[in-house]
């Protein structure tokens, strides 16, 4: 395992430098709500205002309308949008995971059908991976699709599936045979929210916010062509999947803006030692899980698999934005009102509500230990 | 970047010459003259140093790359001091590099060395090898002018001291002593340079240190079995191997772009931001590497003490994380919120 350091090149310092400008008109401060980093809301308007400037499924493949660019260039796109918690809620499944994996395993009728459209930010995807009984050991899911005339019959129950309801498709992790091997007999089926048989149930979050679903399967016909890869083979597909979900920005940017606020809040007095120290430190090892991130960026581009680099930097990252968030809610010590007035305040609320999420989605800090363990041998 | 025929010939010669039983002899003996011989010989402590003052050609990056290898060896030499520090100072001045090793006054707050009518008076502390090495050169900064001095530590009153890894770190009082030369210092070489760059050579070193640390761990919880089986298999041990290797990985990118940014301008930033991160991995990660090892990482006769103590002791010298934490915060403060990411993503380059 070697993390090596890597400088942006004058083209890539470009790119930072339009989607600044971008941002400083678009993302003007006040004239939205931002969010806490890949928790940011969902707007359309917004995702299609990317799309137009080529800034959706960079990395796919241009036939499809993608930008055939880089995962350094999409990691610069992307580390600006999140550090301003713009609204990326509705593209950002697709953008970060649905598409790569429909670019690598679809059929090219799939890749005609879906792909131009997430580049186009007109379609928002889910994850269908959890289930009640399958979360962390997920090849434990018991959904379960049947042969039927010209495709297939889903029955199951998906969980925290975010923006199901906004959403018009789930990726589905189901059973479609049994075997000894219990990776093998798992497809992936592309799973139409609106379809008959689908119902969403919001799961109210703690802070009262409802991105967050239950989605249960009944009797859903999905057709043959909508079967993603090869059956049986959704396990493999699954875990390549998860590494585009690591070790980029998201995982390590989601309370930057909680304190990026406070510097902008803040009175002199605020600023004593101890919280000149804390933005110190805290600027310390954003510097260093930037260029480890920027680093896995740079060995997918060059056609390394680095599964276990992703997970260290995971785990690593979002323990961080719980310990910056943890540090300075005690430096400041305010009795938080999540409907105040000051958005640092409200920022700080939400965070302190939703920050124990960070260590758990996309895999929990328990898993991916045992995941970049498995990188550590003599 | 770095040549790595020159890595490569550090690694094999300081793999030959500080093998364990060289390293405890050291700390014994309070030098490895044999060591330093055999690194001398190869020109090691002079890579970086300007040729016109008696330097071994290279460059500073090669010259850090040398040390990382040093780190990872626990190479107990005064490797840091003769070239990038003392050399560095010695040449700005214009004055001749000794042959020999020399060793540097890091800057203690301590110090009250004066320079007057010629002579040095006054005392510096934490000197490393002071008790060994003959040529010691201090940066004399009264805060309007800086001036390179190098002096016979025999001049001097000794009062010997280590660190928390047996390496010597004496106090030299000097009383009305002629130095053996003395110059101006040249531009931009003060004491708050003087502390940067000593800072540049900790955070060298112990990305060194904290990548060998990591792979020793990782070996020895491989090999030790208990209930059957090695204690790698156990989750609650891949924990601590973790946090090692993670530790290891920040430590050594954020080395590595310190070495990227000096390779063409200075890295101010860089060089604080990596001392910050190198300081709090060393205390993650021998917390971590030690609870792996069990209760045989604490005795004298395994090696993890040789990197863990060096840790321990490099970690505050030349300012500890929370001294550059504040020199950082500072800056942050300066920027302010608009400017926070771009310091970030684009370090000194964002600070003009």
Known sequence: MRFEATELTDAELALQAEVRAFCDVELVPGTYEPGLGMAGSVDPGFSRKLAERGWLGMALPTEYGGGDRTAVDRFVVVEELLRRGAPVGYHWIADRQTGPVISRFGTDEQKERFLPAICRGEVGFSIGMSEPDAGSDLAAVSARAVRADGGWVLNGTKIWTTNAHHNDWMVTLCRTSDTDDRHGGLSQLLVDLRAEGVEVNPIPFLDGSSEFNEVVLSDVFVPDELLLGAEGEGWAQNTSELAFERGGPDRWLSTYIVVEQFLRECEEEDLDGSVVELLGSATARWFGLRNMSLAVARM??????????????????????QDVLAALERLVGLEVAPGSESLFERLLAAAVLTGPAFTIRGGTIEILRSVAAKGLRP | MTDQLLIDTAERLFGDVCDFAAVEAAEAEGFATDAWSAVAEMGLPWI????????????LVDALAVLRVAGAHAVPLPLAETGVLAGWLLASAELTVPDGAVTVAPGDPADDLTLTDGLVSGTVNRVPWGSAVNDLVILVDDGDSATVVLVDTASATLEPYVNLAGESRDTLVFDRVEPLASGPAGDGVDADALLYRGALTRVMLMA?????????????????????????????????????????????????????????????????AAKVVVSEAATKATAAAHQAHGAMGLTKEYELHHLSRRLWAWRNEYGGARYWSQVLGEAVVDVGGDGLYPLITGGSAALG
Do not use: N, W
């Open chain 2, 208 to 272: 060194g240190a904290l990548d060998a640390m990591s792979r020793l761990t990782v070996s020895y919880t491989h090999e030790r079995e208990q209930f059957g089986r090695p204690v790698a298999r156990f989750q609650a041990v891949q924990s601590h191997l973790v946090t090692c290797a993670q530790e290891a990985a920040i430590a050594g990118v954020t080395a590595d772009a310190v070495m990227r940014r000096l390779a063409h301008d200075e890295a101010r930033f860089e060089i604080a």
């Open chain 1, 300 to 321: 997918i581009d060059a056609g390394d698999a680095p599964a276990v680099e992703s997970a260290l930097v995971k785990e690593m990252g979002t323990r961080f934005e």
């Open chain 2, 48 to 59: 970086g140093v300007d040729e016109a003052a008696g330097g071994a050609g290279g460059d």
